[in-house]
T-cell receptor, first 112, second 112 residues
């Protein structure tokens, strides 16, 4: 069964450093998303991406965040200057239409 | 009032029991309702997807949506130990490009 692949599975970074989280969505999917889940809290929407541009973003997705689809297969989330409160599981998801989403297994980001 | 409320449990049942999981919500604009299953340290996995009100059945799983009461349910028949996981409800409005609003999740344990 096709799956969304995320790398790395765990990333530790120092506060203030830039991180790039990588995702390979399912190949025939057209919509791409990033969500995050702080330990013990709800899964929260960050951003959706369609047709090479951001289609929707949440209040969390401020200027320190950016997304990119650098080639035909990868979808990345960049956090420019990490803060301690950015520590969370980050999930990439993709879908054919804007309804049924397939999530990856996540990248656990730890900011120290 | 929080947008989506879900009893976090934990809920413990014997194998073979019928499990009832529920969410309430406050935003009457929600039109799409989903149930996800999440195993520890993994991404959410879509179980059921429903548009507007009504019932949907898939194997041992039945999803119900009552928009008049702003209440959704997931029933699991003949529960198995492999059903032990956290169950997340999620919903979104028409025209939302991926902004799923999740409940906090109910942790279910099915004892053999």
């Amino acid at each position: 069964e096709p799956e969304v692949t995320q790398t790395p599975s765990h990333q530790v970074t120092q506060m203030g450093q830039e991180v790039i989280l990588r995702c390979v969505p399912i190949s025939n999917h057209l919509y791409f998303y990033w969500y995050r889940q702080i330990l013990g809290q709800k899964v929260e929407f960050l951003v959706s991406f369609y047709n090479n541009e951001i289609s929707e973003k949440s209040e969390i997705f401020d200027d320190q965040f950016s997304v990119e689809r650098p080639d035909g297969s990868n979808f990345t989330l960049k956090i420019r200057s990490t803060k301690l409160e950015d520590s969370a599981m980050y999930f990439c998801a993709s879908s054919v239409g804007d309804r049924s989403y397939t999530f990856g297994s996540g990248t656990r980001l730890t900011v120290v | 009032q929080k947008e989506v409320e879900q009893d976090p449990g934990p809920l413990s049942v014997p194998e073979g029991a019928i499990v009832s999981l529920n969410c309430t919500y406050s935003n009457s604009a929600f039109q799409y309702f989903m149930w996800y299953r999440q195993y520890s340290r993994k991404g959410p996995e879509l179980l059921m997807y429903t548009y507007s009100s009504g019932n949907k059945e898939d194997g041992r799983f039945t999803a119900q949506v009552d928009k008049s009461s702003k209440y959704i349910s997931l029933f699991i028949r003949d529960s198995q130990p492999s059903d032990s996981a956290t169950y997340l409800c999620a919903m979104k409005g028409l025209g939302s490009q991926g902004n799923l609003i999740f409940g906090k999740g109910t942790k279910l344990s099915v004892k053999p």
